[in-house]
């Protein structure tokens, strides 16, 4: 079914172009019979699933009627052009011969679609289109339908795989990976291992994949996803952007101020803050103050109650003192907010970024629920005042969080952290929430089973610097700054 030459070859790309980015579709849906009580445009499933995919237009009555003189007109001039001239010497299929080929595949569906799809029943006036003013045309579709029915009941019953089995198959599969190029003379400029975003730029642009670059060449191009599948796509009508690090500009910032941070290495709120001080590059600039505090008189534990609460009257760690501010910064959301300030980090507030700072405040309850569990059992336990079903709940939520992070994984609203910029505060928040399940073992919460995409997400963060500089086991250095 293959073409014999490079001429027929060109015949069948042309094709493929023409019915798709040459406008046949496009015109084809303007003709959608959207007065029928059976057809598409009564089905809301199906006009809702259109509507994300346009980007937000929806095939109304009025849009339709609009536009079905224009898609009427155009589709009259393609039944002219197959009419005239790719079949006009007669020929049974487009490129001759006795048997049809993938160029008439190519060519013939959108034909097919308007007169035999029951769906599109009365889509076609036969004043404008009809086989009396289009025999050839008409015959070749008919034609074609035949071989394809005739051709059923000589192959194998197609097996029909719905989502997941597919899902399976593909990411189960074992295949050599193919040797991929990226070219050097690309116009876009784009090299190997840049992070991109590729989508449509004709239709269905609402919907962008993102990963890591891997190929690219004339007519390809093709990503590595968070989930490491290899996704390809067409460099006709796709778009290819690289995603630019959040914007900062340290060079025309002001200067940083002296920043003291009133800390304890065991505290994963505390962890969270310093980690993305790292990553903003702001270690530097400030001098960590080491204390203990505890919400009631505990020795050991509630040494430094009297001196933390002078800045912060919770008595609560984090907090942070800036020379240009009075008094201290709480909690370690409002600090990683001042922090990403002071760095000038700048992101776009999109469906994303709010689905993120969710994801940060699920981080902030997980480790919130796994300091009360450390009170319980070290503070009320020893006195007979554990509470069994209190730390049964509080493992719950721990549990609720991280089945939410395993679902972000799987949707890919997490991200690998970027390879040319700081992460965000909510990813760092959700690193640490999980890093904490590691941390006190006591918690008996196995938090991998169960959840591999999570697992591999966390895994990307295990030889970033910020994360092996701010680990719970050893003190922390504030990059040469004087301890207090």
Request: glycine share 8%; charged share 25%.
């Amino acid at each position: 079914m293959t073409p014999s030459n490079p001429a027929e070859a060109g015949i069948r790309k042309l094709l493929e172009n023409w019915t798709i980015d040459g406008g046949l579709f496009a015109n084809c849906v303007k003709l959608l019979p959207y007065w029928t009580p059976n057809g598409l445009l009564q089905d809301q499933a199906f006009l809702d699933d259109r509507q994300g995919l346009m980007g937000g237009r929806r095939l109304t009555a009025e849009v339709m009627e609009q536009g079905r003189p224009e898609g009427l007109q155009h589709m009259r001039q393609a039944f002219e052009v197959v009419e005239t001239t790719l079949l006009a010497d007669g020929r049974k299929w487009i490129l001759g011969g006795n048997e049809p080929t993938v160029a008439d595949i190519d060519g013939v569906w959108p034909f097919e679609w308007l007169m035999i799809d029951p769906y599109m029943a009365e889509s076609l006036p036969e004043e404008f289109a009809s086989e009396e003013k289009f025999p050839k045309t008409f015959a070749w579709v008919r034609r074609f339908m035949d071989e394809v029915k005739t051709r059923k009941t000589q192959g194998p019953k197609p097996t029909r795989l719905d989502g997941s089995a597919m899902k399976e198959r593909v990411v189960g599969s074992s295949t050599e990976q193919e040797m991929l190029t990226v070219n050097d003379d690309d116009p876009l400029k784009l090299k190997k291992g840049d992070e991109v975003e590729v989508y449509a730029s004709d239709y269905g642009m609402s919907h962008k994949d993102r990963g890591i670059l891997v190929g690219l060449t004339i007519s390809e191009v093709v990503i590595q996803n968070s989930k490491g599948l290899y996704l390809h796509f067409p460099r006709w009508n796709y778009r290819i952007e690289r995603v630019q690090p959040p914007k900062t500009s340290p060079s025309s910032a002001p200067k940083t101020p002296s920043l003291r941070l009133i800390y304890h290495h065991a505290s994963p709120f505390a962890r969270k803050v310093f980690l993305l001080a790292h990553e903003l590059g702001l270690e530097q600039a400030i001098t960590l103050q080491k204390v203990v505090v505890c919400p009631i008189p505990f020795p050991g534990w509630s040494d430094d109650n009297d001196e933390v609460a002078a800045s912060n009257p919770m008595a609560k760690i984090p907090c942070l003192l800036s020379s240009d501010l009075n008094g201290g910064l709480y909690d370690s959301r409002v600090i990683c907010d001042y922090l990403e300030n002071l760095a000038l980090v700048t992101r776009k507030k999109d469906s994303r970024y709010w689905q993120l700072k969710a994801l940060g405040a699920c981080a902030d309850g997980v480790m919130d629920a796994a300091i009360l569990i450390v009170y319980e059992k070290r503070i009320r336990e020893p006195r007979g005042l554990k509470l069994d079903e209190w730390i049964g709940g509080q493992r719950t939520k721990m549990l609720r969080g991280l089945d939410r992070f395993e679902s972000a994984a799987k949707e890919e609203l997490l991200i690998e952290p970027p390879s040319n910029g700081p992460a965000s505060a909510d990813g760092v928040a959700i690193v640490v929430a999980v890093a904490t399940m590691d941390q006190m073992e006591f918690l008996g919460i196995n938090w991998r089973e169960g959840r591999p995409e999570l697992a591999k997400w966390f895994s990307k963060w295990a030889g970033r610097q910020s994360f092996q500089q701010t680990t719970p086991e050893k003190e922390w250095n504030a990059g040469g700054s004087s301890k207090i």
